[in-house]
């Protein structure tokens, strides 16, 4: 498990109350089954892809590109970033870049594989008294990824591997923040504690957001926990 050095008992106790210890204690104990894998070395960088990537930013403004959005009728939010569930049809891909390498949101709408990870990984917060939020996202290619980054296999890849995770990283940023501008409020406008939780691409993705938005010291009030996990 990677807490990505924030305490969670230290934020516990900036957000009192023993529903939100009850909380973390009962994802805390679901989680610990889980084994951690190596991460995919995907780095980190600008919220934008490489120059030439010509994927649309996903609008989360709109409902339809939220996989699971709740009524928040909870005090304890929940970010979770699905794991992958998508290998281009015509893998393996080449070395340049193509929309290929990201899934679609269209794609993404009749992936079924989306909603049994998310079903299958988040049952937890909601046993546990959570807000859940899951945006959908243009994720890489799983195994093209694995192939030019983790395996080695097709390091001639690297390049456009990186910019397939820059894309779905950037999806994933933006609805963060749209997430925090609009969700995370209760009824008197005060923001939430919230947890970070994903697996497998949707970890790295989370590891990115981390490094690239948590020097500010008011997320880092608000974050309980991070759950970033590599593993099925």
Known sequence: MTNTGFSPHRALETHRGRS??????AIAIAFSFLVPLPLIGCG???????????AVPTDYAKAENWETLPNASQGVDVF??????????????????????NQSLAQAYDDSGIKSQVTSKTGV???AGTNLYVPYFQQASGLDVLNA?????????????????QVAYRDVSNAFDYYMAHFNKD???TPRPLILAGHSQGSNLLLMLLEDKFSD????????????????
């Open 20 to 25: 939100h210890r009850i909380v973390f204690g």
């Open 44 to 54: 980190s960088g600008p919220n934008s892809p490489t120059p030439g990537i010509s």
């Open 80 to 101: 979770f970033v699905y794991p992958t569930t998508y290998t281009a049809k015509n893998s393996p891909l080449g070395s340049v870049w193509t929309p290929e390498w």
């Open 125 to 127: 917060f909601s046993k």
């Open 149 to 165: 980054l983790l395996f080695s296999s097709a390091p001639q890849n690297a390049d456009a591997a990186n910019a397939a995770l």
């Open 187 to 189: 009824v008197n406008g």
């Open 217 to 232: 010291p008011s997320l880092r009030k608000l974050l309980v926990a991070a759950y970033v996990l590599v593993g099925r």
